[in-house]
């Protein structure tokens, strides 16, 4: 089996900082895009980042310039490095990857089962 584990999530004041991590496990052969999704409370999912194997990166216009998405390939990780948060960015956050599985070399798109963030004094 794939499997999406992400860490990092907590309470942190306006302003603060935290970094969130998010690795795949399994029988793997490559992972092509890896991403993180919010959802807050009353919203519908959105995309916050996304990272190519290559490097390319995407952000929504809401974080970019605060926050900073990046991968180790070698340890099928994503990171999101999250700077200067603000209330507004409350919300439940998930780890998105589209791989290939070696059983099938075909492409599958796999969440993990997300990681809450609170930002509020």
């Known amino acids: 089996q794939v499997q999406l584990v992400e860490s990092g999530g907590g309470l942190v004041q306006p302003g603060g900082s935290l970094r969130l991590s998010c690795s795949a496990s399994?029988?793997?052969?490559?992972?092509?895009?890896m991403g993180w999704y919010r959802q807050a409370p009353g919203k519908e999912r959105e995309l916050v980042a996304t990272?190519?194997?290559?490097?390319?990166?995407n952000y929504a216009a809401t974080v970019k310039g605060r926050f900073t998405i990046s991968r180790d390939n070698a340890k099928n990780t994503v990171y999101l490095q999250m700077n200067s948060l603000k209330p507004e960015a409350t919300a439940v956050y998930y780890c998105?990857?589209?791989?290939?599985?070696?059983?099938?070399?075909?492409?599958?798109?796999?969440w993990g089962q997300g990681t809450q963030v609170t930002v509020s004094s």
């Open positions: 998105n990857a589209d791989l290939i599985r070696t059983v099938t070399m075909r492409f599958y798109e796999y």
């Open positions: 399994g029988s793997i052969f490559g992972v092509n895009v």
């Open positions: 990272v190519t194997s290559g490097g390319t990166t």
